[in-house]
């Protein structure tokens, strides 16, 4: 059987999956992709770093020149994460004439376009699918599986690690800083928790699996986001009340060829499917208007089902020779869509306020709504206290415009203390 030679850029969580995967299930993929597969070289920061696997000294390098000048080595697999250097290096492997696999999110969300021109010049090819969802294979999906469909909408949880703190806070009673501490100890979340946490890892996935699905190029920048940092013990007790859980979801839906795009916190029905994903797993619900809905469940991260997907686009290329799905394809004027700003949005909200337990606190409230044209669908109120009372609302359908209107008002009402949550729901009609 003919030999592949291929590097790996990082030995980490991932590129460790990948060297597992590629030795345990070596006879399968021996013979499903025709080639055996050698790894050549292994790019990583510190050489002399203690490692749990036992590597040769010969194929560890920490420099990149020993792969890129190597010309037997026919794929490079960028597992180094961060933007510079993981990306400077895949230009430079595309130039030598290398095919790339890549998990990258971060770089694929900022320069695709940029580097599926080079892979298209170079001829090469380009497979990220590990970047969206870990072992979730979401991109083929929507790439070849659904093809015939128009998506309409995609609804993901598609961080694991904001969706296992939501988990612990919802399921343990747990506040956020205790859930986060947990997640760092059990190595989901980094040291520096931000991308995950303020939402930015979920925004770039979405601007993937949007830019693909809806057939035009998203800036990621474009995307409404919020993280979680905000979600009290309370907000997950009064959505408890109301029927709910709270997750952060990804939302990307396509009506009358305006796009809406955006990562919050939202109250999903309790009883809905999606509610019951929870740890680090990820779910992704897309709608085609041939298919219907379908969703899909797994492993969003770590390194064996990162690895899984990682190993199965170097088998696509040994196999296939195919150009897989290109974000430039979809990139030109032509295909451009308008993105709804995000006070045009619609959606039912969560509102909780702080108010002082007074005759009239909740007609005035109730009074401001209904001027905004907010109609309320419900209320609760703790009465335990008497000048520091949770006072939550759950409301009809209305614009952002017209929540934020209403609140702007109720905040200046002499018995409102504060305006402590606003969260928006999906009822997935
Ligand atoms: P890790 O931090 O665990 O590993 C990074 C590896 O890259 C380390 O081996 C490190 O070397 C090496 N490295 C980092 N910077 C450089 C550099 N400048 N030059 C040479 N080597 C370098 O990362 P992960 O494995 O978690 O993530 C890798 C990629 O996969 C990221 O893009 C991430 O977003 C993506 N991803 C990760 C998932 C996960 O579950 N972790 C899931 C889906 C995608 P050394 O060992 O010497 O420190
Ligand atoms: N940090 C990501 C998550 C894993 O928690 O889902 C890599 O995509």
Redesign the pocket.
Known sequence: MEKVKIAILGFGNVGTGVWKILKENKKEIMKRSNYEIEVAKILVKDINKKRDIAISKEILTDNIDDIINDESIKIVVELIGGRGEAKQYMIRAMKAKKHIVTAN?LVIANWSDELFKIAEEEKVLFYYEASVA?GIPIIREINESLTANRIQQIIGII???TNYILSKMTNDGIGFEEALKEAQEKG?AEADPTS?VDGY?AVYKLAIMASLSFGTKINHDAIYREGIRSISSLDIEYAKKFGYTIKLLAIAKEENSKLELRVHPTLIPSNHPMANVNDVFNAIMIKGNAVGELMLYGR??GDLPTGSAVVGDIISILRNNVKPADISEVSEESNFKEIKKPEENEAEFYIRLNVKDRAGVLGDTAKIFGENNVSIISMTQDVSREDDVPLAFITHKSTEKNIRNSLEKIKSLENVNRVESIIRIESFN
Do not use: R, S
Request: glycine content about 30%; aromatic content about 10%.
């Open positions: 999110k870990g961080n694991g690690t989901y995950d890892d969003g991260a």
